[in-house]
């Protein structure tokens, strides 16, 4: 069975740093794809960023390109995610999930496995 287990979200003042973890059991971690995607209130959920099975490949949504930094530790079995100068409007619940294996994708419907989320807000 497959796990993904989320945490590092808290509170933080506009400007600040956070770096979310997401450890994974139950599956072969280094061969998917991994992807970070964000849930505001009121919102749907939407893509972050995604990592490949290695790490080489990765892509970011726009509005957090610069600030955020996506990698992995295949020998641990966890991705992260850097946050930095983070701004009121990153405030949302984040979720790690399981991607493919040959490629990347940023469409939701690409993701298999989902966390339970770990939530950041940020003030102004």
């Known amino acids: 069975q497959v796990q993904l287990v989320e945490s590092g979200g808290g509170l933080v003042q506009a400007g600040g740093s956070l770096r979310l973890s997401c450890a994974a059991s139950?599956?072969?971690?280094?061969?998917?794809?991994m992807g970070w995607f964000r849930q505001a209130p009121g919102n749907e959920r939407e893509f972050v960023a995604v990592i490949s099975w290695s790490g080489a490949t990765t892509s970011y949504t726009n509005s957090v390109k610069g600030r955020f930094t996506i990698r992995r530790d295949n020998a641990k079995n966890t991705v992260y995610l850097q946050m930095n100068r983070l701004k009121p409007e990153d405030t949302a619940v984040y979720y790690c999930?399981?991607?493919?294996?040959?490629?990347?994708?940023?469409?939701?419907?690409?993701?298999?496995?989902w966390g339970k989320g770990t939530l950041v807000t940020v003030s102004s």
């Open positions: 139950g599956l072969i971690f280094s061969r998917y794809s």
């Open positions: 999930a399981t991607g493919g294996q040959l490629s990347i994708t940023t469409a939701i419907s690409g993701f298999r496995t």
